[in-house]
């Protein structure tokens, strides 16, 4: 439902980069909620939490090397590499006019294991939680026990009498689907009829049940939920307000904490760090932002990047009207080929603690996220879907900005990471046809 012209004018008045939003122009916003973390009320999670998540993961590593042989090498964790982009990063200043000065780095998640995007992190997390609580009510393990004996046909016999349902575009649900079923439960994904075939084929291969809908993205959800939540021994993963996901994504903080230690990469006063997330919901970049915070404090600064067609989290924190609020009420469409950004209303839960962690939100349009996927697969040989590039309009957008001034920061030896938040489930066919594209665009 559009607003009336009479309460749009009201909201145009009180935050006037609304209007450039509802034009669905490129818009940096700089958050003026953002806190010190000396200044920060408590929030809905905290650092032990995230520690708490850190070591759930270690208990199931076994379990994961087992059944996922691409995570063998990293003993049952699921990371991805931080690679050196200096190629990209010259191209970038030399015909961008970036400025980047001190050194750019991509946050691969596009390699991820198991999902091939950054779901891995927060769909895995939280299918693993759930089974493990299942498995701890039912006395058939114990946190001190080797994890190896999820692997087991006694406990997959177990799982098979719990339904996991999800509502998903895509990447969300490829991630639950397949560590679910791999557990053996009964896993229902909920998707929009317009969801890419190969993502409904490769779910109905690992064993999901795909239940499409005609409608838009919101009824799948809302009926997959009321469907899942009705059914007596159903658990629905709900990316719309979900802690556990959120936790998942933390994670990532801690171990890019020691790849960064390996690159001997200071993160101090003279050193800020920042890091540029890809956003739909904002429960992945909102877990990831919160987890930097607990690692880095003040020194890091996180951004967030959404599609000029699903601005859902920069109008939920620009108004602070959060969930309450989605694109659609402001007459954008929500229709992007960032598959997973596009989201029309944010995550309640990311949202209300992102409001303080975020140091800010831009916006860029479609043809970007080609254009960078073609400059990045010349340059590096790396291939991202086109939601997962958009991290690389950052460093020029923000530096650009009067962020750093605001900040009193000297950037001279800032160090830039872009989070590629997907890619590598993508069938060739497709890859070939987003690359040529941003190829004509360049
Ligand atoms: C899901 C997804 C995001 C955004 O994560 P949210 O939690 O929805 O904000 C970004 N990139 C890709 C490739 C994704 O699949």
Not at 109 to 138: C, F, M, T
Not at 232 to 257: C, M, T, W
């Amino acid at each position: 439902m559009v607003f009336e012209q009479q309460e749009l004018d009201k909201w145009l008045q009180t935050y006037p980069l609304l209007q450039p939003i509802i034009n669905l122009e490129p818009v940096v916003w700089l958050n003026p909620q953002l806190k010190k973390m000396n200044q920060l009320p408590p929030l809905a999670v905290n650092k032990e939490d995230m520690e708490d998540a850190a070591r759930l993961w270690q208990r199931f590593a076994p379990f994961l090397a087992n059944e996922f042989p691409e995570t063998k090498k990293t003993k049952g964790i699921i990371e991805s590499p931080l690679r050196k982009i200096t190629n990209t990063k010259n191209e970038l200043n030399d015909k961008y006019d970036a400025k980047i000065q001190g050194e750019l780095f991509l946050k691969c998640d596009n390699e991820l294991p198991i999902a091939g995007s950054i779901k891995a992190r927060g769909g895995v997390y939280e299918v693993l939680h759930y089974a493990e609580q299942l498995a701890l009510e039912a006395g058939l393990v114990s946190q001190a026990d080797d994890y190896i004996v999820f692997s087991s046909d006694q406990f997959k016999e177990f799982f098979k009498q719990f339904t996991i349902g999800v509502g998903s575009t895509g990447n969300l649900g490829l991630s639950i689907g397949i560590i679910g079923a791999k557990l053996g439960f009964q896993v229902s994904v909920y998707m929009s009829a317009d969801a890419k075939k190969w993502k409904k084929d490769l779910l109905r291969s690992k064993g999901a049940i795909v239940h499409e809908f005609k409608g838009d993205f919101g009824e799948a959800i809302y009926t997959g939920r009321k469907l899942t939540i009705d059914s007596s021994n159903g658990y629905f993963v709900d990316d719309e307000k979900s802690k556990h996901l959120f936790l998942g994504y933390s994670v990532a903080a801690i171990r890019l904490q020691k790849q960064l230690e390996n690159e001997k990469v200071l993160v101090d006063a003279e050193h800020p760090l920042f890091v540029y997330l890809p956003c739909g919901v904002g429960g992945s970049p909102g877990g990831i932002a919160f987890g930097l915070k607990q690692v880095f404090g003040d020194y890091v600064h996180c951004f967030f990047v959404e599609p000029t067609h699903s601005p859902a989290v920069l109008i939920g924190l620009l108004t602070g009207e959060k969930e309450k609020v989605c694109v659609q009420d402001f007459g954008i469409d929500n229709l992007t080929e960032g598959d997973g950004l596009a989201v029309g209303r944010p995550s309640s839960f990311a949202s209300s603690i992102s409001d303080k962690l975020v140091s800010g939100i831009y916006t860029l349009e479609d043809d970007e996220l080609f254009k960078y996927l073609a400059i990045l697969a010349d340059h590096e040989g790396i291939f991202l879907e086109p939601s997962a590039t958009s991290g690389l309009d950052g460093p020029a957008r923000i530096l650009a900005s009067t962020y750093a001034q605001q900040h009193n920061l000297d950037t001279t030896h800032a160090t830039h990471i872009v989070w590629a938040t997907g890619g590598a489930l993508v069938p060739k066919d497709d890859m070939e046809g987003f690359y040529n594209k941003g190829k004509n665009l360049i």
